[in-house]
C-alpha cells in the first residue's frame, strides 16, 4: 500500500512558475513509475508527465518544453517543476503511482493549480 499527498499547488500569473511535491509512503516507492495527471472543470482527467524507476520520463505534448519530472527516491517523493505557466494549465494535478510488478497503481487526493491570465 502506498500513501500519496500533493503539495504545491496555488495561484500564479500567466509566465509563472510552481512546483508540485509528491510524497509517498513506503520503502519500495523507488521502484514505482511516479506520474501526474489533471483534471481541468468539465474536462476528463489527462496525463501530463511520467518519470520511471530508472530516470526515464515521459510528457504531454502540451507541458513539453515547460513542465519537468523529477523524483528523489531516498525522500520518497516526486516533483513537477512548471515553467511558462498558461491560464489552459489550471486544473488539479494528481500523483500517481504504478508498481510495475503488478500494474497497482495509487493516486493521491489532488492539489489545485490556477493560472490567472
Known amino acids: 500500500q502506498v500513501q500519496l499527498v500533493e503539495s504545491g499547488g496555488g495561484l500564479v500569473q500567466a509566465g509563472g512558475s510552481l512546483r508540485l511535491s509528491c510524497a509517498a509512503s513506503?520503502?519500495?516507492?523507488?521502484?514505482?513509475?511516479a506520474g501526474w495527471f489533471r483534471q481541468a472543470p468539465g474536462k476528463e482527467r489527462e496525463f501530463v508527465a511520467r518519470?520511471?524507476?530508472?530516470?526515464?520520463?515521459y510528457y504531454a505534448d502540451s507541458v513539453k518544453g515547460r513542465f519537468t519530472i523529477s523524483r528523489d527516491n531516498a525522500k520518497n517523493t516526486a516533483y513537477l517543476q512548471m515553467n511558462s505557466l498558461k491560464s489552459e494549465d489550471t486544473a488539479v494535478y494528481y500523483c500517481?503511482?504504478?508498481?510495475?510488478?503488478?500494474?497497482?497503481?495509487?493516486w493521491g487526493q489532488g492539489t489545485q493549480v490556477t493560472v490567472s491570465s
Open positions: 500517481n503511482a504504478v508498481r510495475p510488478s503488478s500494474g497497482t497503481y495509487y
Open positions: 513506503g520503502r519500495t516507492f523507488g521502484s514505482y513509475v
Open positions: 518519470i520511471r524507476s530508472s530516470g526515464i520520463t
